[in-house]
């Protein structure tokens, strides 16, 4: 099946800075790229939907400007938490659709730790 | 807009029993589709079946089958002969043509030795 990369699995910052995850596809072309926030427990909340070489789609009641997404090329979309505080720590999950819309995959998700 | 319900917070099973977890969806639309995805404790989110509404016959993927109800909006999943591998939180979705998923709030499956 398709594969989905996401780096860093892991990453701890300091409140004020800001930290970029990246979202790759590594066998297909992702038409659309898909970032999601969870919370323990809970079930995922979508963030955005970026197209290659457009700007993202963001959900109502998610800041644009704290969550910068960039989907440069069909395969790497990058989501950056600009001026990150603890409340923005969460696990965050990127998905891509490929030929076939219905068929839509997950990264492994990033755990992001503000201290 | 579409709603995807999970009314079983928590459910438990005995090793090789079968369980069947529960889903309803609310739409006005007659061409979708709906999925189950399983996400076991390492978080990675995996699908576990799809099906598309204008098919009749129920999805089967070897232990997992639902149970597909298009007039009652209901869409369960049945695991069978069920193994320690299949605890996770399994997530019932909703899809139409190139819209967003629509997750429900998710099950949490344990698995009894």
């Known amino acids: 099946g398709a594969v989905v990369s996401q780096h860093p699995s892991w990453v701890i910052c300091k409140s004020g800075t800001s930290v970029k995850i990246e979202c790759r596809s590594l066998?297909?072309?992702?038409?659309?790229m898909f970032w999601y926030r969870q919370f323990p427990k809970q079930s995922l909340m979508l963030m955005a939907t970026?197209?290659?070489?457009?700007?993202?789609?963001?959900e109502q009641g998610v800041e644009k400007d704290k969550f910068l997404i960039n989907h440069a090329s069909l395969t790497l979309s990058t989501l950056t938490v600009t001026s990150a505080h603890p409340e923005d720590s969460s696990f965050y999950i990127c998905s891509a659709t490929g030929p076939k819309f219905y068929e839509q995959y997950f990264g492994p998700g990033t755990r992001l730790t503000v201290t | 807009a579409q709603t995807v319900t999970q009314s079983q917070p928590e459910m438990s099973v005995q090793e090789a029993e079968t369980v069947t977890l529960s889903c309803t969806y609310d739409?006005?639309?007659?061409?979708?589709?709906l999925f189950w995805y399983k996400q076991p404790p390492s978080r990675q989110m995996i699908l576990v079946i799809r099906?598309?509404?204008?098919?009749?016959q129920n999805a089967t993927e070897n232990r997992f089958s639902v149970n597909f109800q298009k007039a009652a909006k209901s869409f369960s999943l049945k695991i069978s002969d069920s193994q320690l591998g299949d605890a996770a939180m399994y997530f019932c979705a909703y899809r139409r043509t190139t819209e967003k998923l629509v997750f429900g709030k998710g099950t949490k499956l344990t698995v009894n030795p």
């Open positions: 099906q598309e509404a204008y098919k009749q």
């Open positions: 970026s197209n290659e070489g457009s700007k993202a789609t963001y």
């Open positions: 066998d297909f072309q992702a038409t659309t």
């Open positions: 739409t006005s639309e007659s061409d979708y589709y």
